[in-house]
T-cell receptor
Framework: GQQLNQSPQSMFIQEGEDVSMNCTSS?????WLWYKQDPGEGPVLLIA?????ELTSNGRLTAQFGITRKDSFLNISASIPSDVGIYFC?????????FGQGTTLQVKP | DGGITQSPKYLFRKEGQNVTLSCEQN?????MYWYRQDPGQGLRLIYY???????QKGDIAEGYSVSREKKESFPLTVTSAQKNPTAFYLC?????????????FGSGTQLSVL
């Protein structure tokens, strides 16, 4: 089936550092979503992108929908301890969405 | 409050037993999804439904069954044919206002085999 390749798989950074993660697909999609998941809970939507080239921010988070429509990245600036968690990209066409494998972020105070 | 409710939070299955996971939403969303998450891994799509009385298999449908008799409800049955059912199961619903879809998740059900 269709797949999303998300990288890196994990990151261990110092508080205050910036973080970047990305996701690529083998197909062209019209939706890119980024989620954060805390242990034992459902993922929470961070940013939604629907247009090639679109760049959207949500506080310290910034994400972009790649112009090829096959990739997206998420940046977190000035990381803080509560940024710890698993970040997932999600993409597809309306009605069927799939997920990347996740990026586990750990922040050292 | 509007949202997605999954129950139970924890569920145990005996060998050869079928179990059903509940998912209810009051967001008036047309589409509903079931995903499976294994430790340290991403979410894999089991089944999805875009409208009442219709559903499609996802990437890992074998050993699972669903029904969509009501817009609000999308229960998932883990059958005895699923040989490795231990996982965290997530239900989601979505709207696509103007063609822009967003997924909203429940808090998940942890299924374990006794």
């Amino acid at each position: 089936g269709q797949q999303l390749n998300q990288s890196p798989q994990s990151m261990f950074i110092q508080e205050g550092e910036d973080v970047s993660m990305n996701c690529t697909s083998s197909s062209i999609f019209n939706t890119w979503l980024w989620y954060k998941q805390d242990p034992g809970e459902g993922p929470v939507l961070l940013i939604a992108l629907y247009k090639a080239g679109e760049l959207t921010s949500n506080g310290r988070l910034t994400a972009q929908f790649g112009i090829t429509r096959k990739d997206s990245f998420l940046n977190i600036s000035a990381s803080i301890p509560s940024d710890v968690g698993i970040y997932f990209c999600c993409s597809g066409n309306t009605g069927k969405l799939i997920f990347g494998q996740g990026t586990t972020l750990q922040v050292k105070p | 409050d509007g949202g997605i409710t999954q129950s139970p939070k924890y569920l145990f299955r005996k060998e050869g037993q079928n179990v059903t996971l509940s998912c209810e939403q009051n967001l008036n969303h047309d589409a509903m999804y079931w995903y499976r998450q294994d430790p340290g891994q991403g979410l894999r799509l089991i089944y999805y439904s875009q409208i009442v009385n219709d559903f499609q298999k996802g990437d890992i449908a074998e050993g699972y069954s669903v029904s969509r008799e009501k817009k609000e409800s999308f229960p998932l049955t883990v059958t005895s044919a699923q040989k490795n059912p231990t996982a965290f199961y997530l239900c989601a619903s979505s709207n696509w206002t103007g063609g822009r879809e967003k997924l909203f998740f429940g808090s998940g059900t942890q299924l374990s085999v006794l």
